[in-house]
């Protein structure tokens, strides 16, 4: 296999060049979608998020707890 230190170094540096060169480009849609959802957001006043907020817990609001009949 892999006996002399020259070839593995070698071997380890093309990996390292690969993995640092296809970074960027992996990451690319990622930072996309993530500009995409903030400026998807930024459109939509806050008071809205704050009125959507109060109804989705007025309508999944937990139940008030009845003391367990003796």
Request: net charge positive.
């Amino acid at each position: 296999m892999l006996r002399r230190p020259a070839v593995l170094w070698t071997a380890l540096l093309a990996v390292f060049l690969i993995a640092v060169g296809m970074w960027p480009a992996a990451l690319a849609p990622v930072t996309l979608a993530a500009s995409g959802l903030a400026a998807v957001l930024a459109v939509i006043p806050g008071p809205v998020y704050l009125l959507a907020g109060a109804i989705a817990w007025l309508k999944y609001r937990p139940a008030p707890v009845k003391p367990a009949a003796a």
